[in-house]
């Protein structure tokens, strides 16, 4: 472990970085640690509102460190506001270094999602009890 916080959040998407997901410098592509992390916010949100939920937005995200070919990508997941067809979700990216136990956070960011009926209509969340 690095110096920085721990990971905040449940592990929801575990993943290897692969030579087919680098850019042109031979980093892993900015746009495929998003699609992770879209992934593990829609994996929890359907959990936590018991159905369907669409990705609407996207709040600043900053790439803090590159992630590598065979780097281990986890993502976490935490609930930082339910509204009542809404959610925010608060995803952190992190990266077990190749070969080592070093893990850095890479990037963070506030995911909303829509909670939607079968015909994509939004839909109430239901209140846990």
Not at 98 to 114: I, P, S
Request: proline share 4%.
């Amino acid at each position: 472990m690095t110096s920085q916080t721990l990971p905040h959040g449940e592990l929801t998407v575990r993943c290897i970085a692969m030579p087919a997901d680098t850019n042109a410098n031979g980093d892993i592509f900015g746009g495929w640690v998003m699609s992770m992390m879209d992934q593990a916010g829609g994996i929890f949100g359907v959990h936590k509102t018991k159905g369907r939920v669409v990705t609407v937005k996207v709040d600043a995200m900053t790439f803090i460190r590159p992630v590598a070919v065979g780097d281990v990508l986890s993502v976490y997941a935490a609930v930082e506001s339910i509204g009542r067809t809404s959610m925010k979700i608060h995803l952190e990216a992190w990266a077990t270094r190749f070969r080592t136990d070093l893990q850095e956070k890479v990037t963070d960011a506030t995911f909303t999602f829509v909670a939607v009926d079968d015909h994509g209509k939004p839909r109430l969340i239901p209140r846990e009890s």
